[in-house]
């Protein structure tokens, strides 16, 4: 089976989002299709050699930076080494004087950008951080008539990209797919909600054939807010990357290390009382992530801001309990979860959001028996802390959920079923 996947970002560079990415690309290596991708691509990517590159691939990529973007990034590190230079070098200048010159000139970069990002969001419309990807990305022609053409989101531009290729004919196919991780002018990281966004995206999900969403809630929301698709949304597992097993145990006895792996900004997710928990508690603890609120680290605790996908494997490897946050509201699903789920280690899984959107993630996840369940509340988190921390290390390995793997979700993908 012939295949091209057509995700708007650098499947190189280490985030979430790219994990789940790779995830569906093995699915389809793994169900033997014949595959081409096609990404974008910058030289200001900061490239992961630890992400995956499958050699039965053939990638595609093209350049998704501006004109603009290059030179305000150049002025920016042009900026940066000049301060480094001063504060080595210029002896009697003072370095909150060095310092407070770069940030003037940064704010007057930061002006100048807002201003043109407001004139080409004016003139573009809703895509216009992958305007000049999608505008590169449309020479791409080819012959082949695929069985399926897969376009991912995050960023929706894949799936205005692959319309554009299908609606001038330079791209043939029997089924086009639209994979939903997260939705659009509903996101919860959409805090500024332009009616563009919301026109674009009702266009796009009315000129898809197959559309899928990572979680029954959003699946549950977006058939209420864009009723006109709703018959062809449908519900799949977001593929799992293995990230490693425990098959040794880090330490004797109960003394457990937990970890909490990801992004943690105030706005999408609270971890606050996990984070006031461990202190209570004194559990050792690793939290790895960028935020907009940082924890300070303690005798107990590790703070980290994001690393790469090598030193991330090992604080996993570590780590005894993975810790799963749920989001506020929205009802979207962590992507950690499922990559979580690859490993043998116990998941403390903490719900947040409505009491009706904790009732039905929880229902979603509890059938595999993998989980041990909270409530994002203080009390809640300490009580599952102590509880598990009187368990036996041999008791609480659990089974990898294979319903997760990407080749089985592929193939149902595949066979186009509805609902997982």
């Known amino acids: ?54 050699e039965k691939v053939t ?15 150049n002025l920016k590190f042009r900026m940066l080494r000049r301060s480094n230079h001063n504060n080595q070098k210029i002896i009697d200048l003072k370095r909150n004087d060095v310092q407070n010159t770069y940030n003037r000139k940064k704010m007057l970069l930061s002006i100048i950008k807002s201003i043109y990002n407001e004139l080409e969001y004016a003139l573009l419309g809703p895509h216009t951080k992958k305007t000049k990807w999608i505008k590169n990305a449309k020479c791409f022609n080819c012959n082949t008539i695929y069985d399926i053409v897969i376009s991912n989101s995050y960023p929706a531009a894949s799936h205005r990209l692959v319309y554009e290729l299908l609606l001038n004919k330079k791209v043939l196919t029997k089924r086009w797919i639209q994979v939903w991780e997260d939705p659009w002018y509903y996101d919860l990281f959409n805090t ?15 000129v898809a054939e197959e559309i899928y969403y990572v979680s029954p809630l959003t699946l549950r929301y977006q058939k209420e807010y864009f009723p006109e698709a709703a018959e062809k949304m449908k519900l799949m ?38 984070y006031e928990a461990c202190k209570f508690t004194q559990t050792k603890t690793y939290i790895v992530g960028n935020s907009d609120n940082y924890f300070e680290s303690t005798d107990t605790i590790k703070v980290k801001k994001r690393v790469g996908l090598s030193e991330l494997k090992n604080f996993q490897e570590k780590t005894d309990v993975l810790v799963h946050l749920c989001n506020l509201r929205g009802g ?5 979860i499922y990559h979580y789920s690859a490993t043998n280690k116990p998941i403390l899984f903490i719900l947040d959001g409505t009491e009706e959107e904790k009732r039905i993630i929880y229902n979603y996840f509890n059938k595999y028996n993998r989980y041990i369940f909270c409530n994002n509340d203080f009390n809640s988190i300490v009580s599952k802390i102590n509880e598990i921390k009187k ?30």
């Open 237 to 274: 597992h977001l593929p799992q990357l293995d990230i490693g097993r425990d098959e040794e145990a880090n330490v004797q006895g109960t003394d457990y290390i937990f970890g909490y792996f990801g992004d943690y900004h105030s706005y999408v997710r609270n971890l606050q009382p996990f």
């Open 192 to 206: 500024v909600k332009k009616k563009s966004v919301y026109r674009e995206e009702k266009h796009l999900l009315n």
């Open 332 to 336: 979207q699903i962590p992507g950690k």
């Open 1 to 54: 089976m012939k295949v091209l996947y057509v995700v708007g970002s650098n499947l190189r560079v280490n985030s979430s989002a790219n994990m789940s990415h790779n995830a569906l690309l093995k699915g389809l290596v793994d169900n033997n299709c014949e595959v081409e991708v096609i990404m974008s691509n910058n030289k200001r990517d900061r490239i992961d050699e630890a992400m995956p590159v499958f």
């Open 59 to 73: 990638y595609y990529s093209f350049n998704d930076l501006s004109l603009f973007y290059n030179i305000v990034n």
């Open 391 to 420: 368990i036996q290390r041999e008791e609480l390995k659990k089974e990898s959920v294979n319903e997760f793997l990407p080749k089985v979700i592929v193939s149902k993908i595949m066979k186009g079923l509805s609902e997982f």
